[in-house]
């Protein structure tokens, strides 16, 4: 993949967004290719992610862009109710006029992305790093979202509820962290992280079974195709 953005990849973008069902707006690839400027134009110094040019793309924007759609097409193939409505049996639904919490957001995602992407929605970016806190209203201001917010903070501090909780490349799901995502979700919320390999998240969720802190929910793992990608992606699903 390439090093830099090129007209290239503004061409991979916009066929990557057109291939997961989005039918991106000029305004919105606009915003996308400002926030990837800012990223290419930052990361020397702030280090934000270890891609550029085509491969940043791929995966992270169309990574993080992925996750809406892939629980909207689980919910729609009739193995899924909206959450809430039957104990015990709730299954996920990406709100689409809802408040989210990306958690660790580090470079922004998921978050800016499903932000442009999901206008409706209303995005805290949650960072505990003053420097990458500071980049996050830097590129947020740069791309005109009006419907993002940046907390600086850890996530044991952030107390606002939200209707989803998201994280990606943060951490291992801990009982521990799942104490503290399940503390700010809302009941009928979901709480929504972005993974790899399927054997790995077998793995943390046997490891929370032998914790204890499995009983009472099941969690779903949801296959995700990210465009140009020829690797595993899945989401971790468990309800608030």
């Known amino acids: 993949m390439g090093d830099r953005v090129t007209v290239d990849s503004n061409r991979l973008l916009a066929s990557g967004l057109e291939r997961l069902g989005y039918e991106p707006s000029r305004h ?12 290419e ?9 270890g891609a550029s040019g085509d491969e940043l793309v791929v995966r992270h924007v169309l990574d993080s862009v992925s996750g809406p759609p892939a629980i909207r097409r689980f919910e729609a193939s009739g193995r899924s109710v909206a959450p809430g409505s039957s104990p015990g049996l709730a ?51 740069a791309t005109g979202l009006a419907n993002v917010e940046v907390r600086e903070c ?11 909780a998201v994280y990606r490349a943060l951490l291992p799901l801990s009982s521990r962290l799942l104490l503290s995502l399940r503390r ?57």
Request: aromatic share 6%; charged share 30%.
């Open 28 to 39: 919105q690839l606009a915003q996308l290719d400002r926030f990837i400027g800012e990223i």
């Open 41 to 49: 134009l930052w990361n020397p110094r702030l280090k934000l992610v």
């Open 91 to 141: 299954r996920p639904a990406w709100p689409r006029a809802a408040r989210i919490a990306d958690l660790g957001s580090g470079a922004g995602f998921p978050g800016i992305p499903v932000a442009i992407m999901e206008p409706d929605t209303r995005v805290v970016l949650v960072e505990r790093s003053g420097r990458r806190a500071g980049f996050l209203r830097n590129a947020a201001a």
């Open 154 to 164: 850890a996530l044991e501090e952030y107390e606002d509820a939200v209707d989803l």
């Open 184 to 240: 700010i979700v809302r009941d009928g919320g979901i709480i929504v992280a972005y993974k790899a390999r399927r054997s790995r998240i077998e793995s943390e969720i046997e490891d929370l079974r032998r914790s204890g802190m499995a009983g009472g929910f099941e969690p779903l793992i949801v296959p995700v195709e990210v465009p140009f990608l020829d690797e595993e992606r899945h989401l971790l699903i468990i309800p608030g």
